[in-house]
């Protein structure tokens, strides 16, 4: 497969920012990142409160505007909950679905990331499918089998058409957030286990376009390194994603590791 893949940086500020701050670091980023808009996807997933103010931010300068969690009803009691409706009204273009801290935290099931993910999907929006195992999953050699079993139940019945909206995000859940970072080696490898098992459920086209993203302690130091690997397709970031600098500096990381792998393309 010689295609080269566009990268995607996604930045998720989590459970973080006031109203100042979110509007003050949307600025920061559009100013820092606006210019590799055109070679990279950028995302930004504020809190909900802040979605509108730095939607409006991000106004027309080719950033994203991305959603931390979306339910799956349409409307109606569901005290809390947010609608895909919601999201297209204040221009969210995608949503992150199944992060490790909703499943393990929050304890999301994976039949309610499927029933999440396909609202998603049936509503046009671009969707991130976080997938990733533990620490002791990773220790007793179950990483190969959980993140396949994840990935399968989350595309349930997503049509072939459908996966030109998903993004895979490959999250160990233990190095979200820890510092401890997997080895490019063994993020490729993972990343390369995913993309074999796409093939398998839909076809060699589908896996050679899916854009897997890695997430687990991603920052300006390490980035270079990890979007080298031609598996890896850009990532999702937590923590550095608050700090402007950092975010620009793995933004361009991944811009240039893609322009690299066009050079030299590989699968």
């Not at 074999?196 to 980035?223: C, E, F, K, M, P």
């Amino acid at each position: 497969m010689g295609m080269t893949r566009r990268p995607f940086v996604g930045g998720n500020w989590k459970m973080n920012t006031d109203l100042a701050s979110a509007v003050e670091l949307a600025d920061d980023v559009v100013a820092a990142c606006g210019c590799f808009a055109d070679r990279c996807d950028i995302a930004l997933y504020p809190p909900f409160p802040y979605l509108q103010v730095v939607g409006r931010t991000l106004g027309h300068h080719g950033l994203l505007l991305g959603a931390q969690d979306v339910y799956h009803q349409p409307n109606g009691a569901y005290t809390g909950e947010i609608s895909t409706d919601m999201l297209l009204d204040l221009n969210v273009k995608v949503v992150l679905i199944g992060h490790s801290e909703r499943r393990h935290v929050i304890g999301e099931n994976d039949e309610l990331v499927n029933a999440k993910l396909l609202a998603a999907l049936e509503a046009g929006l671009g969707v991130v499918l976080c997938i990733g195992e533990t620490l002791e999953q990773r220790e007793a050699g179950d990483t190969n089998r959980v993140n396949v079993s994840q990935l399968m139940a989350g595309l349930r019945e997503v049509a072939p058409e459908q996966m030109e909206q998903v993004t895979i995000a490959y999250e160990p859940v233990w190095a979200i957030g820890t510092g401890q970072v997997a080895s490019p080696q063994d993020a490729a490898a993972v990343h390369r286990i995913i993309r074999r098992s796409v093939a398998d459920l839909y076809d060699q086209d589908t896996a050679g376009g899916l854009r897997i993203q890695y997430g687990g302690s991603v920052n300006a130091a390490n980035a270079r390194d990890l979007f080298g690997e031609p598996q890896i397709d850009g990532g999702l970031v937590g923590g550095a994603s608050l700090d402007s600098p950092q975010f620009k500096a793995i933004v361009e990381a991944a811009v240039q590791a893609t322009e690299k792998k066009r050079e030299a393309p590989t699968a």
